[in-house]
């Protein structure tokens, strides 16, 4: 097997390696349970091995078969490369072209066993958050990489690598598509049987997408969104001696700790997985932790006193923790909690996204893979008094918020009280739920001034490269602040020079040098030129990649999320992200990608993403310049059309600067025009 990058170049093995026992010393996947008939697992079996020569289906047909059983999907364990899988500096990579080894170093980064959720699963993050379905398609994939040219296209479906075309120079390198399968087909059950048979793959939003930078991310998201909730629901700009509370320190939301601190608050956040909550102590994100309901209880209280900021991890159920403070609350009337919302994982509620309240990890773990319906009941029974728990608090004057991980639909869908009094359900489902996502309430009319996750990557893997994007960025960010009309987006840029020059203080990278701040459209291309600029001049050592989480304000057709405050009947269309990742694809990006599914679920979300490669060049300005300028203007102008007064102010202003945009403007319509008229 690979013991250096050069063996990349190889791709699928002509003799196969020897078989190693699972690494148990990494944290796995939990099984994938699904519903195969005889002869679906017959086709899983014939698909997985159809990557190899018939001289070796004798030996992998029983191993994969056996991999079928045990894990519920066949991973190809004997295939993981023996190479230490992390980010490599661009030259090391045995590439025709730099940007292909770009698109190398992001998939190892990807997989990086300090970034990845569950690495030898090729899961990043969110539980299943695949990179690839198979290390087949890893090794094939690379093989296709190393041998790429500038006038080549390599075309991703759903992990698998289905080849080189001749394109053109100008055309993407590479393109891919994830879980995009017939509308009808897009429910749990259809994705457990697809993934199953190696058919399809849920990419989440970056892994699929090769753009994960590791949890920063998502720590940046929620330090934003807790600051802004505090403005909203608090009145305050300081929060220091406010209580948040929430839910998950694996994948992700591991990241939730780390922002509290930040965002200079009180954090409190229950997992019930001992492991994950270690990790994330010993990596410093968490500064407290317990397993005793009382002494999380005596710290918010104490840390509160002082107003201090600190963070909480409390080992349990968060349905425990929720309910105890509804006994603190009814006994002594002290509300324990300010800001309330959950991260686990619960676009995937019933194979390890959620675990029921009453089973120790352990237990849970082996009810899902052994009693499937059983733990199905557990979980939807759980939801109900979680949200009961949270309803009790928000009537005392806690608010609480969904973050995007699908909790108003799943406990919709287990039968919690969550809807609004008197809400309506259209074609079988509704986003008129009790609590608001958080973009509704928080980030909704941030994204509308084009704000959004605009993230880099320094593949010279230097930390001096990193530090000197960060003093770029400010530059730019400080010109910004001056420039803006608005008072929210001055808002903005305060809080994002405040994390650009305090970010490397706070030592948030893990496996790439790479960063994350949120923008708007003249922000993110003034930044990329700056960026290509100082790779030309030597300023940096290498070039650099840029990208985006796709929670932006055009990546994501989301109802429940992203577009969950577009209210004209829409919220259900995908044309958005689609329209993105094609108008992407010919203004420059080096890849773009597609996928079904994403934070809130397969079938509840359709994501469009890139990459673009700045290597200095003018060709790289005039990419970015162009590129840049549609993936933030296509989602401003949806959300004009559908009424933003902030959006409809940002397209006006972008119009009279340029006189080559022409938006289709919504005429005001008065509420009295309905009356007499049949409504």
């Not at 190899?52 to 066949?74: C, M, N, T, W, Y």
């Not at 699963?121 to 958050?129: A, D, I, K, S």
């Not at 919690?416 to 909704?444: C, D, N, W």
Request: with cysteine; charged share 20%; aromatic share 8%.
């Amino acid at each position: 097997m690979a013991t250096s990058l050069i063996a990349l170049r190889y791709g699928i093995p002509d003799e196969l390696p020897a078989l190693k026992p699972r690494d148990e010393s990494i944290p796995h996947a939990p099984f994938r349970n699904n519903d195969l008939s005889v002869q679906q697992r017959k086709t899983a079996l014939r698909n997985a091995l159809r990557y190899f020569s018939s001289r070796h289906h004798d030996v992998l047909g029983p191993e994969f078969a056996q991999e079928l059983s045990k894990h519920g999907h066949i991973y190809m364990y004997r295939f993981i490369p023996d190479i230490n899988m992390r980010a490599y500096p661009l030259e090391e990579y045995p590439c025709k072209c730099k940007h292909a080894a770009a698109i190398m170093l992001m998939i190892m980064n990807n997989l990086d066993h300090r970034v990845a959720q569950f690495p030898h699963e090729l899961v990043t993050y969110g539980g299943n958050g695949q990179v690839f379905s198979n290390w087949a398609q890893f090794l094939l994939t690379m093989k296709y990489l190393s041998e790429l040219d500038d006038d080549q296209t390599l075309v991703m479906c759903s992990g698998h690598p289905q080849g080189l075309y001749p394109s053109s120079s100008r055309s993407p390198r590479l393109v891919i598509t994830n879980g995009m399968v017939i509308p009808n087909y897009s429910s749990l059950e259809d994705y457990d049987r697809m993934f199953a048979m190696g058919v399809s793959m849920f990419g989440q939003m970056t892994a699929g997408s090769y753009c994960y930078i590791g949890p920063q991310g998502i720590v940046h998201g929620t330090t934003i969104t807790v600051m802004n909730a505090g403005r909203k629901y608090l009145g305050v700009d300081d929060l220091r001696g406010k209580v948040f509370v929430t839910s998950g320190l694996g994948g992700m939301s591991g990241a939730q700790p780390k922002a509290a601190i930040i965002a200079g608050c009180i954090g409190v956040v229950a997992e019930i997985d001992e492991s994950a909550l270690n990790k994330r102590f010993e990596q410093g994100w968490l500064l407290k932790k317990t397993s005793d309901l009382d002494e999380v209880v005596a710290l918010i209280k104490k840390y509160r006193e002082e107003k201090s900021s600190v963070s909480i991890g409390y080992l349990g159920n968060v349905v425990d923790l929720w309910e105890h403070f509804v006994k603190c609350h009814e006994r002594d009337g002290d509300l324990l909690v300010d800001l309330g919302s959950d991260q686990t994982s619960l676009h995937n509620p019933y194979n390890g996204g959620y675990y029921p309240v009453g089973l120790s990890f352990a237990e849970a773990q082996k009810i899902m893979m052994e009693r499937p319906e059983k733990f199905k009941e557990m979980v939807k029974e759980s939801l109900c008094r979680h949200v009961l728990a949270i309803n009790k608090l928000a009537d005392a004057g806690m608010h609480f918020w969904d973050y995007g991980n699908a909790f108003l639909l799943e406990a919709m869908n287990a039968g919690a009280e969550i809807l609004k009094e008197g809400a309506v359900m259209e074609g079988g489902s509704t986003t008129a739920f009790r609590y608001p996502s958080y973009v509704q309430h928080i980030m909704g009319d941030i994204f509308s001034l084009g704000f959004g996750p605009f993230r880099w990557v320094c593949t010279s893997c230097r930390a001096e490269d990193l530090a000197q994007t960060d003093e770029i960025a400010a530059e730019v960010i400080r010109k910004r602040m001056e420039e803006a009309t608005s008072e929210l987006a001055k808002q903005q840029y305060a809080d994002n020079m405040k994390w650009i020059t305090e970010a490397g203080a706070h030592q948030l990278v893990v496996g790439s040098q790479a960063r994350i701040l949120y923008s708007d459209q003249k922000g993110r291309v003034a930044i990329a030129i700056a960026f290509n600029d100082a790779v030309r001049s030597g300023r940096l050592a290498g070039p650099v990649v840029i990208s985006r989480d796709h929670h932006d304000v055009s990546g994501t057709d989301s109802p429940f999320r992203e577009t969950s405050n577009i209210y004209d009947g829409s919220a259900f269309c995908a044309d958005m992200s689609v329209q993105n990742c094609i108008g992407d694809s010919f203004r420059g990006a080096t890849w773009v990608a597609l996928h079904n599914g994403g934070g809130v679920g397969w079938g509840e979300v359709v994501n469009g993403g890139f990459g673009l490669v700045l290597d200095g060049s003018p060709e790289a300005e005039s990419r970015a310049k162009s590129m840049l300028k549609w993936d933030v203007s296509n989602g401003v102008t949806r959300r004009a059309w559908a009424g933003n007064p902030h959006a409809l102010e940002t397209v006006r202003q972008a119009m009279r600067e340029d006189a080559r945009l022409q938006v289709t403007i919504p005429h005001p319509v008065a509420d009295d025009i309905f009356h007499g008229n049949g409504s």
